[in-house]
């Protein structure tokens, strides 16, 4: 295990870990302790009282933060005909049909979402093996298949997020940046939190939200109170 930075034990010193702290708290205090030179990501995650193994379970979506992520995405447009030049005009970075999955073949990844009409799907299953495992993957659940090309752009250039419980139970999520108000980072969370808790499963009884944790890149996990 590397030893710890003197400014990393620092930060971890103004944290009670075990505590649960208000929103306002939580957002001055993970700015406060943030160590790294860069304007650096801020992270939510929730630990969820569900079991994946079984499909009701499953949580998984998108949404469009309020005030974005404040990182910029590269969109990639699976698609072909009259669906190519919307896909342009959307501001799509890149865009084409098969020639595309033929790059992707080759190693190219130079985009951070697919977003393909129905009518690709086919194609782009073929290489599920090579998308599956990055989470290139398009999918109707977080709006990335779909023939509403121009919105579907829109969407992601906006801000959007996609969300999914992964096989322990815990969702991450990016909700911003260090350099945001804090005003923003709370709108953003607010947002994110009340989407997640809307998920809530039929079969879950209890507590769903078991904690929510948040943190900054490289930074101290700052634990909140369940206040949404």
């Known amino acids: 295990m590397a030893k710890k930075t003197k400014n990393r034990l620092a930060s971890e010193a103004k944290v009670e870990h075990l505590k649960q702290y208000p929103l306002t708290e939580a957002i001055a205090l993970a700015k406060e302790t943030n160590t790294v030179k860069f304007d650096a990501s801020v992270e939510l995650s929730f630990n969820l009282n569900v079991d994946p193994r079984h499909a009701d379970q499953q949580i998984r979506g998108a949404m469009v933060l309020p005030n974005g992520t404040g990182k910029s995405q590269k969109v990639l447009v699976v698609t072909q005909g009259e669906k190519v030049e919307e896909a342009k005009e959307a501001g799509a970075d890149f865009v084409g049909g098969k020639e595309m999955i033929e790059d992707i073949k080759k190693g190219w990844f130079d985009f951070d979402v697919i977003v393909a009409t129905p009518d690709m799907m086919g194609e782009l299953g073929k290489i599920g093996k090579i998308l599956g495992p990055k989470g290139l993957m398009p999918n109707p659940k977080t709006g990335t298949v779909t023939p509403d090309i121009a ?40 947002g994110l939190a009340q989407t997640i808790k809307r998920a809530r499963p039929a079969a879950v009884k209890g507590i769903f939200m078991k904690s929510i944790t948040l943190s900054t890149t490289m930074g101290v996990g700052i634990r909140l109170n369940n206040e949404f």
Do not use: H
């Open 151 to 190: 919105n579907a752009v829109a969407e992601i250039k906006k801000g959007k997020i996609e969300y999914r419980v992964d096989k322990e139970g815990n969702i991450n999520v990016l909700v911003g940046k260090v350099s945001f108000t804090d005003e923003a980072l709370a709108e953003n969370i607010n």
